[in-house]
């Protein structure tokens, strides 16, 4: 075995403890050389988790309990499980069978599984089953909204794709599954102590409970994340394109392959590059972030495409925030949520601050600073208020189901806290919803 993987796996990050990260665990089988491993991949629905509690952190930690719960009925002595993300990820050596798990009502998993034959250099090895893990995750995904689909195999579930979706809602499949670690030589190590495996640079969700024993009283909490990554973001002036999505730069390749153009391997090995690309993309744009605030702050990677932590003040945040959004432009930009630790206490401020995020997705592809930053009791402006509306109205006319719901959804909880922030003038035109 190679120097890069004599140690154990680190942990995942975020999950409870003993949970290994999936990216050096695939790593290690790489290096160990077997010819065929089967591999399943059980994902969750974590936007619902989090809009059924009101809670982010609160939903994102009941999800991974529930992995780890999975794992827990999944035969351990064939079967070795690994996390990321929202994701529990099960190896086994050699070709077999699907593993037999049970599930619990709390939360909604989709699963699927395949046999990943093995061969040629360690890097070779390592990139086939990385390819794999991203196949079997968007099968994984597939199934979890379509719970009608019984096949459990990757490849009979994905085949199912083309009868089932269409060009768009297959673009965001193949956009929305997180790819790998990144960093270093091969592609998986890279992150130093302290760091997120698969984003080296930035600090992980397990440095958090340090950070907050650092905090400063006077600080704030704040929340990042990435407006639109999906479709990206058009001008809410003249309606000209912002940034880049990860599944509009899919469409294409979902078209090719619905209208049966493209070999099916060939289009998934292509969104898979493709992936690759904006993942690199990502880390660039939250390792920017992170170096931007220190060292007086501190931005944790816990949230996917976001950070949170804390920072001195809402000044450090907008320029952190400016800053990374510049170094991005036309790719793609985050915005943020801020709010004062005294004198509400952490938790308070946590919530208050993911409700400011949620302001900044109501402004996004305007010119309003509240776009970039909203601080948690700055009331918003009579010209940040109406474009806020307009895109709320927009969600209410397009009815349930649609895209971006669930920011209506979060209004409409926080109904108070919205009336808080807007002009008096904007009252009624919000109760109307």
Not at 219 to 235: P, R
Not at 271 to 294: C, I, K, N, P
Request: hydrophobic share 40%; with cysteine.
């Amino acid at each position: 075995m190679s120097a890069a993987f004599a140690r154990q796996p680190r942990h995942a990050a975020g999950f409870p403890a003993g949970c290994v990260d999936t990216g050096d665990v695939l790593g290690r089988i790489a290096d160990e050389g077997g010819r065929a491993i089967t591999l399943a991949v059980v994902t969750s629905a974590l936007r619902a988790s989090v809009e059924e509690i009101g809670d982010h952190d609160a939903g994102l930690r009941g999800v991974r309990e529930s992995l780890v719960r999975v794992a827990s009925t999944t035969d351990n002595g064939l079967w070795v499980a690994s996390y990321y993300g929202k994701d529990l990820v099960l190896t086994a050596s050699g070709a077999t069978g699907p593993p037999r798990m049970r599930f619990g009502e709390d939360t909604r998993h989709g699963w699927a599984w395949e046999r990943v034959e093995l061969g040629g250099s360690v890097a070779q090895r390592r990139e086939c089953l990385l390819a794999a893990c991203y196949e079997v995750s968007m099968a994984a995904r597939f199934r979890r909204d379509r719970p009608e689909i019984r096949e459990t195999r990757t490849g009979p579930v994905l085949d199912e794709v083309t009868r089932a979706l269409g060009p768009a809602q297959a673009a965001s499949l193949l956009a929305g599954v997180l790819v790998r670690p990144l960093g270093g030589e091969d592609g998986i190590r890279g992150a130093s102590s302290g760091e997120d495996p698969r984003l080296p640079g930035v600090p992980s969700a397990d440095g958090w409970a340090d950070t907050v024993a650092r905090r400063a009283p006077t600080g704030c909490y704040a929340v990042t994340d990435v407006h639109d990554i999906e479709w990206g973001t058009l001008s809410r002036q003249d309606g000209a394109r912002l940034t880049e999505g990860n599944a509009r730069q899919l469409l294409p390749l979902a078209e090719e392959w619905l209208a049966g153009r493209t070999d099916p391997a060939k289009v998934l090995g292509e969104a898979y590059r493709l992936r690759l690309g904006r993942e690199t993309d990502l880390l660039d744009h939250l390792r920017m972030l992170s170096d931007a605030v220190r060292p007086a702050g501190r931005l944790h990677a816990t949230l996917g495409d976001g950070l949170s932590g804390l920072v001195p003040d809402a000044v450090n945040l907008r320029a952190a925030v400016t800053a990374a959004n510049l170094r991005t432009e036309g790719h793609m930009h985050s915005g943020a949520g801020v709010a004062r630790l005294t004198p509400v206490g952490l938790a308070e401020a946590r919530e208050r601050a993911h409700f400011s995020l949620h302001v900044t997705k109501t402004l996004k592809g305007t010119k309003c600073p509240e776009a970039v930053v909203h601080e948690y009791g700055k009331p918003l402006r009579t010209r940040s208020a109406a474009y806020a509306l307009d895109f709320l109205t927009g969600l209410a006319r397009a009815g349930a189901g649609q895209a971006g719901g669930h920011h209506l959804t979060h209004a409409r909880r926080w109904r108070e806290r919205w009336l808080e922030h807007l002009p008096t003038s904007a009252h009624a035109d919000f109760v109307r919803l």
